[in-house]
């Protein structure tokens, strides 16, 4: 039972993530910019929640550190994210080509940024005293209780708000209307007065911040240090996006369908039956990005990827 | 005679240069602005050294290291200029390249190392070539036959390659007092013929030559034949190329294997160098992959043009290493690839603004002269 | 007593794109309550008239006055602020969302911070009772026909309170049953206090509905006309500024042996898993045209590309001159078989490459071109290019090396038919081949199809446009739903009675 709880506890470090990240690419492409950048996203926003974290150390005490570090990292995340908006409302440009860039910048100038901040060492330090033992009263439910509410992370349940509260916005509310319409048919939206640039601008905005905070949740669990990398979580979390078919509930299978995967991975020498089968540990580091393949492959061949996604949307041309 | 010779001196070949100009110029005021905000004293000389290349400091011995970090991205370059051409975005450039490096030297530590003189070189750089298509093999069919976004593929591969790189270095050429691959036996790396007389550097091999010629293959190959004709047209326009009667799952296979091998290439004239490199155990994707990318952007996707993106990088390269004696990290060149990419994306808008304005400027000299504009 | 109360009045109106001058100069008044409609050729500026109404463009000079007050409508919310509402041509509906949230985009009632729906769905349903606009609020867009998606267009301006509507070639889609309905409808809202600017090339649309026409022609206005106190010809003369013969001269034709032969051809959409094309079986002989005619979205479409081998065919058999073409590919087809596509921008043409590289599209991997070697041979290309140019006159900025996008419609059109007609094939695919062209271009297309039939080539031409099919065809097969409702002979059967086959209310006995 014990081993049970271990892996569950392992899968929610890897799925809240994922989720998060795959909803920011969510919000990009629902509203037709295609979001190949999430990973540069991470990357940056972690460095910079990691900072805040260790700006606020000693100053700030207990979980409000970690909530400051992580709106500290949404807001980060905007303002990269702001550089494919530009590019992609304004510019017309390539957006795939755009988000390689991204993703070639965000490290480079992360381990530049280290170095220059700690004179040579591009490893900043954690200190996480974020860990909550058992949460009151929830904790004492049986099974459920040691399974998600003992040695938690308030993150996990931000998470879930986070995917929660999009999947409404998206399906209920009048933004969420607009933005996706923005995605399908912009020449339709522009003519019923809907701003198609603003809703984009506002959709990647809101993309940057969870992307952002994304970055820092990824990273707390898993990491004692960062390193520049989110060890491809961005990619991933596009994968995700595509098998989850853009829709929030698909996407909710596909992020745990992957986190899945990915515990499997990671926790595999501590499940003796994996352990005794003798396969190298690069079989099980790639597994994700083995099974991430096989299920694009099977679900690849009619996609429902938002139409006007990747095009960009000059107004002249109607 | 081919439709783009005879083309006269054409504006629009003005606008594309010109707007790898602006990305070559907008990369290096940011990078200004990086060092100069980071060390306000130090950040003029560094930047300095940084666009002269270190020339001044290394004197013409550069030259050679300038072959040296240009031939893999040179390779990598022409790899992503073949592929986008045919409208396949190969991002799988670290993992297909790192294959071709690994192949290359486990070929010439097991095999080719007691085989005749010029197969010593030969059959590893050769046994390269085919890793890294085969590296690309199974994106390329995930594409062709099951519609699988090449990106999402490549990359995949990207990270397969990262995670199993370890594993069979570790199992076959790990020199563990190091912490790295084995150095290459001497009479398999490549062969020097005048390249050192001509660049003043001891070590400097004909890597640098065999890139070139490489890329101009690559270049007659998608402009002068049939096979350049499908390629190209299946990247502009895969339904009309359809309607055609040309091949897509075909030509997606012959470009992303040929794309491919080129990485692989790339990745065997490096270990095979007679500097010499080594792939480290470290869970990284090899730069020299991604940095392609930014060669075939600043080339416009020209396999010929790619020479001076990969030679201009290159450049860039020695004078981030020259850099780090003002306590710079080199990394600052990545920053300002991918500055030259960002701008590469949305080149075409900067060529529609180019021709506007110098459209402009023609009407007006039309109207001074009286000609009627058709 | 008449109404003149004047609701728009266009003063001057002047809009210029690169190379041409749209609008020059209109001045023009509409009278409240009235149906008026907009005459003109393609590239009349009828349309980009109504886009400067709407808000998409803005002119360089002129001024619009709405009820009396001058206006600048800088974008469609303004037009829509003041009670003007536009069903495009090509309509502005989201696919996968239904007839009712696209009703209600851009106008959403909220109930705290959520969409109200429920009272929106009250309105569209009081609304579209009033006006007989009947069509499910609740069904995707992607699963209505043309016609409901057009009344789901005329309910969105209708719920925004637009007083003013703007019908944009709203026939071209739709039966001539269709049509009489959207008349009707038409004439029930100005009746109801609407006024109905109505853009046609279609006399007899225009003749029948409309109080006064408004004849434009390249971007100038040239008449303003009672309906009722003019002829079509009248109308037809002042639109093109000539007279002209709405009819294609041609021979009676003398079909010989059969080029094309299909057989119970079966197609099924992947997705949807409906048989687009249902068990159709025609033949085509040389010597003639045959028309397939249809309303959009019947199957058509799918049948010529399951016929050249674009799309996969499901069951059925393809003959040509005999021989089981059923599983060849598309290159093999395309020796024996060439193709005006429908769309020339997505299959047509490569719009990045040279006219020249264009031309050669069919021909690039004959040894003409190309050397054993792979090696292209460019002479063989220019040579090439510049012969079609001669011979079917397309005009280009820089001749044979001006990439295909730089071109015009028309001109990029005749490119395709250059190269189509050149392959010298037994058979003659011929998709919407005057789209979108202006009179001279489409006469030319005409002459050069009826050429090919009496040069012995079986010629297939689909076409949406009834008034093509019927003078161009020797033979017409109408489908609908993926069926065929009958194969008849343009000189016997009327339009109506053409429509009523189109529409699946009339249906011939079995025959092939």
Request: aromatic share 14%; hydrophobic share 40%; glycine share 10%.
């Given at each position: 039972m014990e081993m049970f709880y271990f892996i569950a506890r392992y899968f929610m470090y890897f799925f809240i993530p994922l989720l998060v990240v795959s909803v920011s690419g969510m919000f990009s492409e629902r509203s037709g910019v295609i979001h190949m950048a999430l990973d540069s996203v991470m990357v940056w926003s972690c460095m910079w929640g990691v900072l805040c974290l260790q700006w606020l150390d000693g100053v700030v005490a207990g979980q409000m550190r970690l909530i400051i570090a992580l709106l500290f990292a949404g807001i980060t995340g905007v303002l990269l994210t702001l550089l494919l908006a530009v590019a992609a409302i304004n510019l017309n440009a390539d957006q795939t080509i755009v988000g390689m860039a991204m993703n070639t910048f965000a490290p480079a100038f992360c381990v530049f940024f280290a170095r220059v901040l700690q004179d040579g060492s591009e490893h900043l330090s954690i200190r996480n005293d974020f860990l909550i033992e058992k949460i009151p009263f929830l904790g004492d439910i049986p099974i459920l209780g040691e399974m998600f509410f003992c040695r938690t992370y308030i993150t996990n349940f931000i998470g879930i708000a986070i995917f929660a509260i999009s999947a409404i916005v998206l399906s209920k509310t009048r933004f969420g209307l607009r933005m996706c319409a923005c995605g399908e048919n912009p020449q339709a939206a522009e003519s019923l007065g809907v701003n198609v640039q603003k809703y984009r601008y506002a959709a990647l905005i809101i993309a940057g911040f969870i992307g952002g905070v994304g970055g820092l949740m990824y990273i707390l669990p898993v990491a004692t240090h960062y390193s520049q990398t989110v060890g491809g979580y961005g990619y991933l979390a596009m994968s995700v996006l595509i098998f989850g078919q853009w829709r929030s509930i698909p996407l909710l299978g596909a992020a745990a369908f992957f986190a899945f995967c990915k515990t499997i991975a990671n926790a595999y020498s501590g499940i003796p039956f994996l352990n005794n089968l003798g396969l190298p540990a690069a079989f099980y580091k790639s597994l994700p990005f083995i099974i991430t393949l096989i299920a694009l492959a099977v679900t690849s061949k009619h996609d429902r990827a938002p139409k006007a996604s990747g095009q960009p949307y000059d107004k002249s041309m109607r | 005679m081919s439709v783009k010779a005879k083309k006269k001196f054409d504006i629009s070949n003005h606008t594309a240069v010109l707007s790898s100009l602006i990305a070559i110029l907008g990369g290096l005021i940011i990078a200004f602005l990086v060092l100069v905000l980071t060390n306000p004293s130090k950040g003029v000389p560094a930047f300095t050294t940084l666009i002269t290349g270190g020339f001044q400091m290394g004197g013409m011995k550069n030259l050679g290291t300038l072959f040296y970090f240009a031939t893999p991205i040179l390779c990598t370059g022409v790899a992503m200029c073949v592929a986008f051409q045919a409208g396949i975005f190969n991002i799988g450039g670290p993992g297909q390249y790192s294959v071709g490096a690994l192949a290359a030297i486990l070929t010439s530590l097991y095999f080719s190392k007691d085989l005749p003189a010029p197969l010593t070189w030969v059959v590893p750089l050769l046994v390269s070539i085919l890793a890294g298509a085969v590296w690309a093999l199974i994106p390329g069919i995930l594409k062709a036959y099951f519609n699988v976004n090449v990106v999402i593929g490549t990359i995949m591969f990207n990270y397969i390659e990262m995670y199993y790189m370890m594993h069979w270095i570790n199992d076959y050429c790990y020199d563990a007092m190091k912490g790295q691959t084995r150095a290459i036996p001497a009479p398999c790396k490549l062969p020097q013929w005048f390249m050192p007389a001509l660049t003043q550097n001891k070590s400097a091999d004909i890597g640098i030559i065999i890139a070139i010629i490489v890329a101009v293959l690559c270049w007659v190959l998608m402009e002068k034949t049939e096979l350049g004709y499908e390629l190209k047209a299946c990247g502009k326009n895969a339904d009309a190329s359809k309607y055609a009667g040309i091949k897509s799952k075909r030509n997606i296979m012959i470009s992303i294997l040929l794309s491919g091998a080129l990485c692989g290439l790339g990745g065997g004239l490096t270990h095979l160098s007679v500097s010499g490199t080594y792939i480290t155990m470290k869970e990284a994707l090899a730069a020299e992959g991604f940095n392609g990318i930014a060669v075939c952007c600043l080339a416009n996707n020209s396999p010929l043009a790619a020479i001076f993106g990969a030679l201009f990088l290159a450049f860039l390269t020695v004078g981030g290493n020259y850099m780090q004696i003002f306590g710079f990290q080199r990394e600052i060149v990545s920053v300002i690839t991918s500055v030259i990419i960002y701008f590469a994306a949305f080149s075409l808008f900067l060529k529609q603004m180019l021709e506007k304005a110098l459209n402009r400027q023609k009407k007006e000299v039309n109207k001074v002269t009286g000609e009627e504009l058709k | 007593m008449e109404n003149t109360e004047n609701i728009i009045e266009f003063r001057h109106i002047t809009k210029r794109f690169p190379g041409i001058i749209a609008c020059n100069d209109i001045s023009l008044d509409i009278r409240k309550g009235e149906i008026h409609a907009l005459l003109g050729e393609n590239g009349a500026g009828k349309s980009t008239l109504m886009s400067v109404l709407f808000g998409m463009y803005t002119p360089e000079e002129g001024t619009i006055s709405i009820r009396g007050k001058e206006v600048k409508i800088t974008n469609p919310r303004v037009a829509t602020e003041l009670g003007i509402g536009m069903v495009h041509q090509h309509f502005k509906l989201v696919q996968n969302y239904t007839v009712l949230q696209n009703i209600v985009l851009g106008s959403e009632t909220l109930k705290g911070p959520f969409l109200d729906m429920d009272s929106c769905r009250k309105k569209v349903v009081e609304l579209s009772e009033k006006y007989g606009l009947a069509v499910d609020p609740d069904a995707l867009i992607e699963n209505i026909t043309v016609g409901q998606q057009q009344r789901c267009e005329i309910l969105k301006m209708l719920y925004r309170e637009a007083e003013i509507l703007i019908f944009d070639e709203p026939t071209a889609v739709l039966t001539p049953q269709e049509i009489d309905e959207l008349m009707e409808i038409m004439k029930g809202l100005a009746k109801e206090g609407h006024t109905i600017l109505f853009i046609s090339h279609k006399l007899e649309e225009i003749k029948r509905v409309s109080d006064r026409v408004t004849i434009l022609r390249r971007g100038k206005l040239v008449k303003t006309l009672n309906a009722a106190d003019t002829t079509t010809t009248q109308m037809g003369e002042l639109m093109v500024g000539r007279e002209v013969s709405f009819h294609v001269d041609k021979k009676p034709a003398e079909p010989k042996e059969e080029v094309l032969r299909v057989e119970h051809l079966t197609m099924i959409n992947d997705e949807t898993k409906k048989k687009v094309v249902n068990d159709v079986s025609f033949s085509v002989r040389k010597g003639e045209i045959l028309a397939i005619a249809g309303i959009d979205g019947n199957g058509q479409s799918e049948l010529i590309y399951g016929l050249t081998g674009i799309m996969p065919i499901h069951e059925g058999k393809i003959l040509i001159n005999g021989k089981d073409y059923t599983k060849k590919s598309i290159r093999d087809r395309n020796l024996v078989m060439s193709h005006i596509p429908e769309d020339r921008h997505k299959y047509g043409?490569?719009?990045?490459?040279p006219l020249s590289y264009n031309l050669a599209?069919?021909?690039?991997?004959k040894p003409d071109f190309v050397?054993?070697?792979?090696?292209?041979k460019f002479n063989k290309f220019d040579s090439y290019a510049d012969e079609l140019i001669d011979k079917f006159d397309i005009r280009s900025?820089?001749?044979?090396?001006?990439?295909?996008?730089?071109?015009?419609g028309g001109n990029q059109q005749k490119a395709i038919v250059a190269r189509e007609i050149d392959q010298n094939a037994d058979l003659l695919v011929a998709v919407q081949p005057t789209r979108g062209l202006d009179v001279g271009a489409i006469e030319f297309i005409h002459k050069q199809l009826v050429e090919q039939r009496d040069k012995d080539k079986a010629v297939l031409l689909m076409s949406f446009e009834l008034d093509e099919v019927m003078d161009v065809a020797d033979r017409v097969i109408v489908m609908f739903e993926g069926e065929i409702m009958g194969n008849l002979d343009p000189k016997k059967v009327s339009v109506e009675e053409m429509g009523l086959y189109m529409a699946g209310v009339k249906r011939e006995g079995k025959e092939s």
């Open positions: - | - | 043409l490569i719009l990045d490459y599209l069919k021909n690039y991997f050397s054993k070697t792979g090696f292209l900025g820089q001749g044979k090396i001006t990439m295909a996008r730089s071109m015009s």
